[in-house]
């Protein structure tokens, strides 16, 4: 008897529930509805639009499976808390852990290179790729450069689909974008905007120019894509401006002509080779300008010559303004540096400058930056 009591107790409830589903449905009439069968305007008006959907559509559809998830980690190790027996024996005891690190990344060649950011993989032991096709392969570090944020991993890999890497200097604002990554580890998101600016500079740079975009990077991000409608690659998505730590709609890319010299130059070199004038600068203002006899404040000044350095060999010396390369008038000091960023070792440049307020030409043969100077100097 005692069995059987939960068991009738259970049909009395499950019987009760019944009768109050049943009671409060009985005599209700079932409301009517009609659903319209074609939108609110005519088709035809928007044919334009419906070809465009159709047309990211395929775009987003062609460049994913060469869009790939990056995860890196290190092992690290973290000090317990002391007890009587660590201090007996005078030892302090270390908990082994991994920190990890997760971005995004693209396929550039047919032989398994990867674009990244630097500060995706920085002071990490082991890398591995996710491709869209669900394989996860471990990747090797062929180089990387900290000043630009540009990594290239290698990954042995059949059947890969790279992208083109198309020309920067060519976006210009309002252009329709893509972003594609893994946002918080959401594999294969693709977000869209437009080119907000270009030639967007940051308080420290080091010359290095960034396309601005309105297309939404968050977390995750870093590492990407950012592609035109052609599906060509114009930047690596690499930084947000936020106050919250989320996208806020402004995010910055390296631009793929930076990120095509830094790759080909960790490819043949194993590092980024920068060139060297052997200056040092500063910026102009109106005091300077007038004891120097310059006319406005176009310019920089050279504040520095190193010694045996190309500036040196080509007699250039401290107070003379640069006022153009090869052409380009230099408007400030930053201009000045965006132009020495992109000089190639070996090239030839001529520079206009003032020197007591007449102008001067010389020819300079740019070098390769000293080890010991990275950083300090152009």
């Given at each position: 008897?005692?069995?059987?009591?939960?068991?009738?107790?259970?049909?009395?409830?499950?019987?009760?529930?019944?009768?109050?589903?049943?009671?409060?449905?009985?005599?209700?009439?079932?409301?009517?509805?009609?659903?319209?069968?074609?939108?609110?305007?005519?088709?035809?008006?928007?044919?334009?639009?419906?070809?465009?959907?159709?047309?990211?559509?395929?775009?987003?559809?062609?460049?994913?499976?060469?869009?790939?998830?990056?995860?890196?980690?290190?092992?690290?190790?973290?000090?317990?808390?002391?007890?009587?027996?660590?201090?007996?024996?005078?030892?302090?005891?270390?908990?082994?852990?991994?920190?990890?690190?997760?971005?995004?990344?693209?396929?550039?060649?047919?032989?398994?290179?990867?674009?990244?950011?630097?500060?995706?993989?920085?002071?990490?032991?082991?890398?591995?790729?996710?491709?869209?096709?669900g394989r996860n392969i471990p990747a090797k570090l062929i180089g990387s450069d900290e000043r630009t944020d540009i990594a290239v991993l290698r990954i042995e890999a059949k059947d890969i689909q790279a992208l083109p890497l198309g020309d920067s200097e060519a976006v210009f604002q309002g252009q329709q974008v893509v972003a594609v990554g893994n946002p918080y580890?959401?594999?294969?998101?693709?977000?869209?905007?437009?080119?907000?600016?270009?030639?967007?500079?940051?308080?420290?740079?080091?010359?290095?120019?960034?396309?601005?975009?309105?297309?939404?990077?968050?977390q995750g991000n870093s590492g990407g894509p950012l592609l035109n409608v052609r599906g060509e690659i114009i930047g690596i998505n690499s930084a947000i401006f936020t106050k919250t730590g989320g996208w806020q709609g402004i995010s910055f890319a390296i631009p793929s002509n930076t990120t095509k010299r830094v790759m080909e130059s960790i490819l043949s070199r194993g590092k980024l080779v920068r060139g060297w004038l052997g200056t040092g600068f500063a910026q102009l203002n109106p005091r300077l300008a007038l004891s120097l006899g310059v006319p406005d404040l176009k310019g920089a000044i050279i504040t520095e010559i190193y010694p045996n350095s190309p500036a040196a060999r080509a007699g250039l010396l401290p107070e003379d303004v640069v006022r153009s390369i090869d052409g380009k008038v230099i408007e400030d000091f930053q201009t000045l540096r965006t132009i020495l960023a992109k000089l190639e070792v070996g090239a030839t440049i001529e520079i206009e400058i003032l020197r007591a307020g007449k102008p001067v030409k010389t020819k300079v043969l740019i070098e390769e930056l000293p080890p010991q100077l990275e950083g300090q100097t152009r």
């Open positions: 008897m005692r069995r059987l009591l939960p068991l009738l107790i259970l049909g009395i409830l499950l019987g009760y529930s019944w009768w109050r589903f049943e009671h409060r449905t009985a005599g209700r009439t079932a409301e009517k509805y009609t659903l319209p069968d074609a939108p609110a305007l005519n088709l035809d008006d928007v044919k334009i639009l419906e070809a465009t959907d159709a047309a990211f559509t395929r775009l987003v559809q062609a460049v994913m499976p060469s869009v790939v998830s990056v995860t890196s980690s290190r092992e690290v190790y973290q000090r317990l808390p002391l007890t009587i027996d660590d201090l007996l024996r005078g030892q302090q005891r270390l908990q082994s852990g991994k920190s990890t690190s997760l971005g995004s990344g693209v396929i550039v060649s047919k032989e398994g290179h990867i674009l990244t950011n630097h500060h995706v993989i920085a002071n990490m032991t082991e890398i591995r790729v996710l491709l869209t096709d580890g959401l594999d294969g998101t693709a977000t869209f905007g437009k080119i907000s600016a270009t030639g967007r500079k940051t308080s420290n740079d080091s010359g290095l120019e960034y396309i601005q975009t309105d297309a939404a990077v968050n």
